[in-house]
Every structure is written in structure tokens, then in C-alpha cells.
């Protein structure tokens, strides 16, 4: 009884208003993607309700369907696999990176996506291919370190490896 109640108090918390959702459906992609206030899709995500944050993301997509960029629709798509990679469901996160490339995406946005992908998927060849494209077109970039992250450790999660210092890779 005592965790049921428990259960259901945390998944209130990771519930917020309805009249905030709505609200959140009106608001541009850039507001949405950047907010963080703590009913956005980000604190929901650091606050563990992956759930919560996973849906809020899909609803806007299907709200916003008709005016969102291809770039932000297959953004919004790597940040549900970001979402739910971040909680340890790799087998869940795939498709949705998957759904992240697009042949007409720029060099650099399909060399992360496949570099993620290889990273989940414990690929390192795959992963320093895609790190070697993506050294290529974005030399320096905040990406790059993360990608070397995802080398250099190579059997931590998603958030670890992320994150994880890294000298450089060739």
C-alpha cells in the first residue's frame, strides 16, 4: 500500500497541469526547446520523469506537426532518444536517433546522430568513423568532446560517457 501510494505520488509530480501543457503548445520551437521552467520537457527529464518528458516532446511534435522544420522535427526526435538514453533504456532510445538522421541533414547533425547511434549500439568502429566525419566538418565543438566521451568510455552510460573527459582521438 505504502509504495503504491508512493508510486502515485511520483508520478504526480512528474504530471504537470494541463492548462500548462496547453500552454506549452503554443509556444515557438525555440521557446520550447529551451525552456526551463518546471513543467519544460528539461526539468522533467532532470528530474528523472523521463515518462513525463518523453511524452511532453511527442505531443508538441504531433501539436506542432505543421510548422516545425524538418531540422526541428528530427531534433525534437534525438532529444526523445537523448531522454530516454539518459534513463538507461538504450534499446528504446534507437529508434527514436533513429528517426534523428534524414539524408538531407547537414553533415555534421547525421555524423552525431550516427556517432550516438554507434556509442548504443557498442560499435567502435562505426563510432570512430562517425567521430572522423564529424572532426571533419566541426573541428572543436562541444559535439565533438562528447563524441570523444562515447570513445573513451565506451561501456559507461549514456550520461557517463557523455561526459566523460577524453583526450582527443585520432
Not at 126 to 144: D, E, N, T
Request: charged share 20%.
Amino acid at each position: 500500500m505504502l509504495a503504491a501510494l508512493i508510486l502515485a505520488a511520483a508520478a504526480a509530480a512528474c504530471s504537470p497541469p494541463e492548462s500548462k501543457l496547453a500552454a506549452q503548445m503554443r509556444l515557438t520551437y525555440e521557446a520550447f526547446d529551451g525552456r526551463e521552467a518546471a513543467d519544460g520537457w528539461r526539468s522533467l527529464n532532470g528530474e528523472g520523469c523521463t515518462d513525463a518528458a518523453v511524452a511532453l516532446l511527442s505531443r508538441y511534435g504531433a501539436a506542432n506537426a505543421g510548422r516545425l522544420s524538418g531540422e526541428q522535427r528530427r531534433e525534437l526526435a534525438f532529444h526523445i532518444g537523448q531522454t530516454l538514453a539518459f534513463a538507461g533504456r538504450k534499446a528504446q532510445a534507437i529508434p527514436a536517433f533513429e528517426q534523428a538522421d534524414a539524408p538531407e541533414a547537414t553533415a555534421e547533425w547525421r555524423a552525431y546522430v550516427a556517432a550516438t547511434l554507434a556509442f548504443l549500439r557498442a560499435d567502435p568502429v562505426a563510432l570512430k568513423a562517425a567521430r572522423a566525419r564529424y572532426a571533419a566538418v566541426a573541428p572543436g565543438s562541444m559535439r565533438l568532446k562528447m563524441i570523444d566521451g562515447f570513445i573513451a568510455c565506451p561501456q559507461a552510460d549514456y550520461m557517463t560517457a557523455a561526459f566523460c573527459p577524453a583526450a582527443p582521438s585520432s
